[in-house]
Every structure is written in C-alpha cells, then in structure tokens.
C-alpha cells in the first residue's frame, strides 16, 4: 500500500523559509495535499496539487512536486510565529478500485522569535 | 456560512457497544469524508461519501460504516466497539468552489471518543 514519509521536526527562525519534506511511494497518486493542525484549532487544508503539476504558489505558500522521485516539498516563506503547528502531508491514490488518502506522520514545525 | 458541524463532541462508551457519529457539511458541499486520528496511528482516512454514494474507503474494518443523506449529512457508525477505537474522528466537508473551480475543504472540530 501507499506509504508517505516525512521528518518528525524542524525548527527554524522567524523571518526565515522554512521547508517541509514529503515522500510517498504510490505512482497513482493524483492529488497531493499539505495540511496545517495547531493545537485547538483543527485541522486545515493549506494547499494541493494535482500530480501532473510540478509547481503551485499561493501566497507564502510554495509545493514543489518531483513526481520522478516521488517527492513533496512545502515552502512556507518569511515563517511567522503563527506558522508553528504539526504539518501533514498526504496523498490521493488508487487503492483496489476506490481510491485512498494516505497522511504523513507529520513535520512538527517550531518557530524560534 | 456556518462551518462543518460534528455531534457529539465528546463521547464515552464501553467496549462491545456502538457509536454513531454525525457530521454536517458546509452549506453547498456535497461530498463528506471520514477519518480516525490516534497518537499511534496518526491521521487515518476511513471513507468519503458524495451524492449519498461512498465513493472511496480506507483500510478499516467493517465494523465502521457509514452513510449520507439527501442534505448531505453524514452519519459514521462503529460497532461492537474495541479499545483500540479510541480516538479523535474528524470529518470533512468538500466541494469546487464556483467561479474559481479550486478545491476547498473544511473539517470540523472532531468527536473525541473514548472506549473503556
């Protein structure tokens, strides 16, 4: 089945990019997503893309696909405090004729002021 | 317009009993999808319904069911509940939006249950 891997933290400094790696195994994958989940606050959908996309900007908001390599990147530029949160990656694929969601264990981001 | 609604919030039942969760989507959406989030298996996917249809499931058991009806509300059923059941169950609510055509999807707060 589908396996989706990424680093359990990264810390980095306000003001700073910070970069968000995911990898995933399934070649059916079509749609890639990256969500957002603060403490108390949910979860949240920040952005997707669809598998013959190699890039998608939205904001501060940058996904990188590989799709050769079968890799995922999230680059969130000038990191906020407010940014801290566990990030989620995930991906859509074919599983016996329907079709599966398969979630990272997630990037536990911390923002240093 | 109002958000993804989820009932209950929080429940406890006891193991070998059933459960019934309710999801309300977002005014519009259609489509409602399932998942099961534990400290030790994380963020599971369990099924997405559209147009009262289950179109896509995950890899649970079939002790977890569910369904939707004409106004697009969701209801996931557990049965004969097991320990391992405990978790926070967050359910989705999503759609295109119109003019853009870009995909938008909300969750709700989530049920937190707790099996004893």
């Known amino acids: 089945g589908e396996d989706v891997e990424q680093s359990l933290f990264l810390s980095v400094r306000e003001g700073d990019s910070s970069v968000i790696n995911c990898t995933y195994t399934?070649?059916?994958?079509?749609?890639l997503y990256w969500y957002k989940q603060e403490p108390g606050a949910g979860l949240q959908l920040l952005t997707y893309?669809?598998?013959?996309?190699d890039m998608k900007q939205d904001q501060r908001l940058t996904v990188l696909l590989n799709k050769k390599d079968k890799h995922l990147s999230l680059r969130i530029a000038d990191t906020q405090t407010g940014d801290s949160a566990i990030y989620f990656c995930a991906a859509r694929g074919d599983s016996g004729g329907y079709q599966k969601v398969t979630f990272g264990t997630g990037t536990k981001l911390q923002v240093i002021p | 317009k109002a958000g993804v609604t989820q009932t209950p919030r929080y429940l406890i039942k006891t193991r070998g009993q059933q459960v019934t969760l309710s999801c309300s989507p977002i005014?519009?959406?259609?489509?409602v999808s399932w998942y099961q989030q534990t400290p030790g298996q994380g963020l599971q996917f369990l099924f997405e319904?559209?147009?009262?249809?289950?179109?896509n499931k995950g890899n649970f058991p079939g002790r977890f069911s569910g369904r939707q009806f004409s106004n697009s509300r969701s209801e996931m059923n557990v049965s004969t509940l097991e320990l391992g059941d405990s978790a926070l169950y967050l359910c989705?609510?999503?759609?295109?939006?119109?003019?853009?055509?870009?995909?938008?999807?909300?969750f709700g707060p989530g049920t937190r249950l707790t099996v004893t």
């Open positions: 399934d070649s059916s994958s079509t749609y």
């Open positions: 893309i669809f598998s013959n996309m």
């Open positions: 005014s519009g959406h259609r489509s």
């Open positions: 319904y559209f147009s009262e249809t289950q179109r």
């Open positions: 989705a609510s999503s759609g295109w939006e119109t003019g853009t055509a870009s995909y938008e999807q909300y």
